[in-house]
């Protein structure tokens, strides 16, 4: 049982460069959730999910999207990158509503130059 | 907007002796407060949660109390072992009104240095 897998682990981008990051969970949860993380800072949320075919944005929604075609996937796209995209990116998952059990991704570390 | 944060950036303590990391938050809306662990390199891993109607929860070590008069979250970590040195968020859990997804919003952490 995997959990939550992010790919990739690590990525630099030039600045206007685009990628996508990939979560995968095999938990068959409901809820996803696209998180980054800044040094000093917790974690911002950026996009959720609440099911397959759907997604909001979260606090931090800005120069990023996202989609959820299938319930386990759930992409997280940057179409020009920006050097205030350098972080640290975390991937989440929930049964319910109720967010309190987060299930989270060991982390992509992006740098953007 | 970020409502929960923390006392102090960094915390040493001695093993075996109990660690308490401290946490204040401002918004009475939250149902849930929760205390993340996160290990160097790793995601973060949830540690234990209590109910806004509740003042005291225990798990295996730990205990987490809430003073809602203060607003205050508190985490205490019994005989601390090496193995608890980690980055610990508290965080809350609130619904906005008119939605049915609850939203974690973290603190800024504090970091847990255990020296034997």
């Known amino acids: 049982n995997a959990g939550v897998t992010q790919t990739p682990k690590f990525r630099v981008l030039k600045t206007g460069q685009s990628m996508t990051l990939l979560c995968a969970q095999d938990?068959?949860?409901?809820?996803m959730y696209w998180y980054r993380q800044d040094p000093g800072m917790g974690l911002r949320l950026i996009h959720y999910?609440?099911?397959?075919?759907?997604?909001a944005k979260g606090e931090v929604p800005d120069g990023y999207n996202v989609s959820r075609l299938k319930k386990q996937n759930f992409l997280l796209g940057l179409e020009s990158a920006a050097p205030s995209q350098t972080s640290v990116y975390f991937c989440?998952?929930?049964?319910?509503?109720?967010?309190?059990?987060?299930?989270f991704g060991q982390g992509t570390r992006l740098t953007v130059v | 907007g970020e409502s929960v944060g923390l006392h102090l950036p960094t915390l040493s303590v001695q093993e075996g002796d109990n660690s308490i990391i401290n946490c204040a938050y401002s918004?009475?809306?939250?149902?849930?407060f929760i205390w993340y662990k996160q290990e160097s390199g790793k995601g973060p891993q949830f540690i234990i949660d209590?109910?806004?109607?509740?003042d005291k929860r225990q798990g295996q070590r730990v205990t987490v109390l809430l003073n809602k008069t203060v607003k205050h979250l508190s985490l205490q970590i019994a005989a601390t072992q090496p193995g608890d040195s980690a980055v610990y968020f508290c965080?809350?859990?609130?619904?906005?009104?008119?939605?049915?997804?609850?939203?974690?919003?973290f603190g800024r952490g504090t970091q847990l240095t255990v020296w034997p």
């Open positions: 989440a998952s929930t049964w319910t509503f109720r967010t309190t059990e987060a299930f």
């Open positions: 938990m068959n949860h409901e809820y």
């Open positions: 999910s609440v099911g397959e075919g759907t997604t």
């Open positions: 918004n009475s809306a939250s149902d849930y």
């Open positions: 209590i109910r806004s109607n509740m």
């Open positions: 965080a809350e859990n609130i619904i906005p009104r008119g939605s049915t997804l609850g939203r974690l919003y």
